[in-house]
T-cell receptor, first 115, second 116 residues
Framework: AQSVAQPEDQVNVAEGNPLTVKCTYSVSGNPYLFWYVQYPNRGLQFLLKYITGDNLVKGSYGFEAEFNKSQTSFHLKKPSALVSDSALYFCAVRDSPSGTYKYIFGTGTRLKVLA | DTGVSQNPRHKITKRGQNVTFRCDPISEHNRLYWYRQTLGQGPEFLTYFQNEAQLEKSRLLSDRFSAERPKGSFSTLEIQRTEQGDSAMYLC??????????????FGPGTRLTVL
């Protein structure tokens, strides 16, 4: 079965420092991976996706993610964190075998950027 | 069109009552999804429509839950005889069917249901 794991419930980082939010996946077939961000009382906003091609994917708001097939990871990164990046981040994998393209989400990682 | 909209944003109801939520997807998005998100968890898939056809339902969707998308545009999710365990955020998402089948899903702001 397809699944993703986000091993950290919370990540704290100082403003201006680089940040990493971890995600590992387990899929049968090719992985289709996504990152979303959720602010309080709001829906999920798309950040970036990996389908194929370059292992380094660039997305919205200065975020990027590195796809690593050997480590089955898709970590989210940003070179310099902002206080406004503080939010809940979800990694997701598309459930390919089902044909519906539904997502399977991780449990989320709360990012706190400290001023 | 500014995105996926959901109504109401908040719903408080008493156990045993019926509730209905509405989702308006982005225009021309063929695919529509419903997810449920409980506190501290990621969203969990409930059901999927392509146009007006409901093509998949999760085991999470008990027989008290029903969803429709009658004209292939907006969708409704109804919960009958609500239980306290139904308290959650109900999220709707839509995406395009195009040459790129890997189009991302766009999410609405959600409807937060509280069952007393």
């Amino acid at each position: 079965a397809q699944s993703v794991a986000q091993p950290e419930d919370q990540v704290n980082v100082a403003e201006g420092n680089p940040l990493t939010v971890k995600c590992t996946y387990s899929v049968s077939g090719n992985p289709y991976l996504f990152w979303y961000v959720q602010y309080p009382n709001r829906g999920l906003q798309f950040l970036l996706k990996y389908i194929t091609g370059d292992n380094l994917v660039k997305g919205s708001y200065g975020f990027e993610a590195e796809f690593n097939k050997s480590q089955t990871s898709f970590h989210l990164k940003k070179p310099s964190a902002l206080v406004s990046d503080s939010a809940l981040y979800f990694c997701a994998v598309r459930d390919s075998p089902s044909g519906t393209y539904k997502y399977i989400f991780g449990t989320g990682t709360r990012l706190k950027v400290l001023a | 069109d500014t995105g996926v909209s959901q109504n109401p944003r908040h719903k408080i109801t008493k156990r045993g009552q019926n509730v209905t939520f509405r989702c308006d997807p982005i225009s021309e998005h063929n695919r529509l999804y419903w997810y449920r998100q409980t506190l501290g968890q990621g969203p969990e898939f409930l059901t999927y429509f392509q146009n007006e056809a409901q093509l998949e339902k999760s085991r999470l969707l008990s027989d008290r839950f029903s969803a429709e998308r009658p004209k292939g545009s907006f969708s409704t999710l109804e919960i009958q005889r609500t239980e306290q365990g139904d308290s959650a955020m109900y999220l709707c998402a839509s995406s395009e069917v195009g040459a790129d089948r890997n189009n991302e899903q766009f999410f609405g702001p959600g409807t937060r249901l509280t069952v007393l």
